[in-house]
């Protein structure tokens, strides 16, 4: 039977140049190198410069996904856009994005799914690709952190960078097996019970401010690797592939801790895991393809390859992606 599955036919992603080490933020709050790397495994953070935007970020990163596609902004049907800081209240930044690409017909939508946002995004994306819907997509994650962190909160502005990172996707024909290249599966999950433990000091229709990230990490810490562990079991379960076939875990870069609690659930060992977060530290939905981008252009992702990527985050959110590259 023949079905329709998205391949990824480009990655891009972009750091802004401006870098801040652990040294630099020990002297804006009590803390140091030493305790940033031993409880996270973040060396540094990229930050945006004054005036540049989520969308200004997103499009550099757009640009280059599709560069490595050879396709034109005018040929995308599609952009999902996962975002927890975005240009304006509204309208989405993927307008914005959509615009600067030359993209005229088609649609673009943000979704707001904080570090499992990527995840949200390409499953939204590969759905409406799996209907015969779109051709040609664009899933972008993309965070300015920078904007929303409390600067005086040494429990929180240590953790966060900015960046972005996206997919080209086109629907290809195949007879959906596990050798296809493409999107094999997604799973998204959220409980929204837990949406205190992390989340923003504002919104516009509760007290008209953007606010700032608060975090109770010791919780997160606690659900971040299970969630991330139990839904990779599940994808692969699902789609009947063992651990072992797969050759890239891809997770959420937020703590290598969590990386390593997530890699020993699994029974994988960390040579295997894709961790980014010493270099970019925890950019939010712009973590996984940021990873997946940075990887593949460095030549440690190689196309064909079987990857695997969990995320979690704010709400709590959370999910995974199956995708032979
Ligand atoms: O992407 C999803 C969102 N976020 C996450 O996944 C983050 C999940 N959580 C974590 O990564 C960790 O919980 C943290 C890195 C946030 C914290 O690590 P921890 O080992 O859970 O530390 P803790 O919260 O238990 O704090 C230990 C101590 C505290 O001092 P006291 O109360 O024991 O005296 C903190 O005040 O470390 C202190 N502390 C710091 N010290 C130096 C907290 N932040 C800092 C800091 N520098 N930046």
Redesign the pocket.
Known sequence: MTILRSRIIGLGSFLPERVSTNDD?AKI????DE??VT??GIRQRHFAAEGVSSSDMAVKAAEEALKAAGVKGEDLDLIVLATVTPDKTFPATAVYVQAALGMTHGCAFDVVA??SGFLYALRAADNMIRLGQVKTALVIGVETLSRITDFTD??????FGDGAGCAVLRAEECDGSLADRGVIDTLIYSDGRYAPE?CSTGGPSTNHEVGYIT?N??E??RH?AVNMADVSEEILAKNGVSMEQVDWLVP?Q??I??LEATAKRLGIPMEKVISTVGDHA?T?AA?IPLALAESYKSGKIKEGQLLLLPG???GFTWGAGLIRL
């Open positions: 933020m709050v009590e803390t140091s305790w940033i409880r996270t904080a570090c040494r429990n929180t502005c240590v953790l992390l975090m990490g010791r997160v810490f971040a959420h937020a703590n801790r969590i925890n939010s973590s979690m985050g704010a």
